[in-house]
């Protein structure tokens, strides 16, 4: 074996490194030969070395499984020589029972692999699925100037359960900012009905609330499909908003949270209603309005998921996310997501909880 690791044999948990495999192998081997040694006794204790490739059948890759099984064969196939047992039956049992051990190590590591690399190809799609679903940023527009930072907790699949958008409409800039429920692969489903009755209805509906209304009916029937195939229904929190050159911004908040308001170096909560999520209109009365808030000219509207504001340090304290975007006041609105973000991690220590999306929007000069 070489020196360097292996990450699972194509795709996966990625496999320990082949020289820590062998200095393990042959440290464990000469502690169990000394420990015989010393013990004085018949005892086989050479046969505790069957555990190693037991161990690395769920760790290591099918190469290092089948090499630490050749090794341990060879090792307890001497010791048998040298230390026979009583009789002829007992060494020949002994051996059989070590190569049937160490073939069934071998046999649940290639499975295991298997089912890792099947894991990989699916979260490969997915991924390949997310980045056509979810649109590049910057967006630039007449009305706006859009830029942000989409970062999903499970970074290795970059698959996560935020969803964003902006479309330049007959209306306005409408832009989206959304949140499903869970996250990881069972979440994007719901989020592609989200974004594609966003797409239409950012178009075709005069009316802000009825472009909320379109994205309730669209989850409402994702989760009736779910219903049927056994899967969990899901709710999203969003926030709608509608942007047009010289007038205040429209939004109809959706159980999401308030956007922040930086102006002249201070950060203000817009004051927006929670609103009831979507997908569970149904069991509220309330009736979706539109708000009206102003944005100057040179003011920066920030968008966030509840990645960001469920930092949490050491203590459990959450990261604060009104004081972290004062002292980011003066930061470019392009830089803006990245240093928040940037901020957030070193709060947490690097632990992220959730994924994390950050918009920062100002208007078109």
Request: some cysteine.
């Amino acid at each position: 074996m070489g020196t360097g690791g292996t990450d699972g044999d194509g795709g996966g948990t990625r496999a320990p490194g082949n020289r820590a495999v062998v200095l393990g192998v042959l440290a464990s081997t000469a502690v169990v030969l000394l420990a015989q040694a010393a013990s004085g006794t018949s005892a086989r204790l050479v046969l505790l070395l069957v555990f190693l490739p037991a161990l690395l059948a769920g760790l290591g890759s099918v190469a290092q499984t089948v090499a630490v099984s050749a090794w341990v064969a060879g090792v307890v196939a001497i010791s048998t020589v040298l230390f026979p047992p009583s009789s002829l039956a007992a060494r020949v049992g002994t051996l059989v029972a070590v190569i049937g051990a160490e073939a069934a190590a071998v046999a649940l590591c290639t499975r295991r692999v298997r089912r890792e690399r099947e894991l990989f190809r699916m979260r490969q799609t997915a991924v390949a699925l997310q980045r056509q679903l979810l649109r590049p940023l910057p967006v630039l527009t007449p009305d706006i100037r859009l830029y942000g930072l989409y970062r999903p907790v499970e970074e290795d699949t970059l698959v996560g359960g935020d969803l964003y958008d902006a479309a330049d409409t007959p209306y306005g800039t409408r832009v989206l900012v959304g949140d499903v429920q869970g996250k990881g692969l069972p979440a994007i489903g719901t989020g592609f009905a989200v974004l594609s009755a966003f797409r239409e209805a950012a178009f075709r509906e005069p009316a802000l609330t009825d472009v909320a209304d379109a994205l309730e009916a669209a989850v409402e029937r994702h989760n009736a499909y779910a219903v049927q195939s056994g899967e969990s229904e899901r709710f999203v929190t969003a926030t709608v908003l509608c942007l047009e050159r010289g007038a205040d911004v429209q939004a109809v908040n959706c159980g999401h949270l308030s956007p922040y308001l930086l102006h002249d170096g201070r950060v203000e909560a817009v004051p927006l209603p929670a609103g009831v999520p979507l997908g569970l209109a149904e069991l509220a009365d309330e009736v979706r309005t539109v708000r009206w808030f102003a944005l100057p000219a040179d003011g920066v509207l920030v968008l966030l998921t509840d990645g960001v504001t469920e930092a949490q340090d050491p203590t459990g304290t959450f990261y604060p996310v009104e004081q972290g975007l004062a002292g980011l006041a003066a930061t470019p609105a392009s830089l803006l997501p990245e240093a928040l973000d940037r901020e957030a991690r070193r709060w947490s220590g690097g632990r992220s909880r959730d994924d994390v999306t950050v918009l920062s929007l100002r208007r078109a000069p």
